[in-house]
């Protein structure tokens, strides 16, 4: 697959050979890339959720009432779920959300949704995405023009600081290295934007794999 390549004002840099097997796929599974975000959201829940239980429960532990003659059921603490100001019965607890994901599973859907990108017409190769200032009101003028309003911009091995500055404070639009590239994000974003660095970068890590 063959796409252009383009600056960041918007001229034409030549071409790129993208590779079939990561950005050709035309059977888009839902599947795994649904099993992909549920993994990945999952991870990110914090599990701090927590209730207190009978024994953490600074109430009285004094018995309520004489256990015979009352008439009424026989109860030893006021800590109980069932009275006002007692415990909570099977309440949450601090836990891990997250599950596992075979490697195979992560890789095969992180090919679908640059795929998906690619079949949609949303992926976008740059030349390189740095700046000489980080001029926040220029560079959301140059996306502007480039039709980037809701955009994932992969920009290489590191990302060039005077673009980072300019780029964090405009909505909708990240910026991460090749290290932080996920399925989340590219299906997030309307538009993925790839320098040709994390072009290489990505195929070479697909292509590591398979020869593993």
């Not at 590191?158 to 994000?185: Q, S």
């Amino acid at each position: 697959m063959k796409l252009s390549v383009i600056k960041l004002d918007g001229k034409a840099s030549g071409d790129v050979e993208l590779s079939d097997a990561v950005f050709g796929i035309t059977d888009i599974r839902g599947d795994l890339l649904a099993r992909y975000v549920n993994w990945q959201l999952a991870k990110r829940r914090a599990g701090t959720h927590k209730v207190q239980t009978r024994n953490e429960n600074s109430r009285t532990g004094k018995k309520m009432y004489k256990q015979k003659g009352t008439g009424g059921a026989r109860h030893g603490s006021r800590r109980a779920p069932q009275f006002v100001g007692g415990s909570r019965a099977f309440g949450p607890v601090v836990r891990s959300h997250g599950f596992s994901l075979p490697k195979k599973v992560r890789a095969l859907a992180l090919k679908h949704a640059l795929s998906s990108k690619a079949k949609a017409g949303d992926l976008v190769v740059v030349d390189t995405v740095s700046v000489k200032e980080p001029k926040t009101a220029k560079l959301r003028e140059q996306f502007g023009k480039l039709g980037w309003s809701k955009a994932l911009i992969i920009a290489g091995p590191e990302v060039d600081a005077n673009f980072g500055l300019a780029a964090r404070n405009i909505p909708h639009i990240d910026v991460l290295p090749n290290a932080g590239l996920n399925v989340y994000d590219i299906l997030r974003a309307d538009k993925l934007v790839l320098t040709k660095a994390a072009v290489e970068a990505i195929e070479a890590r697909f292509s590591e794999k398979e020869a593993a």
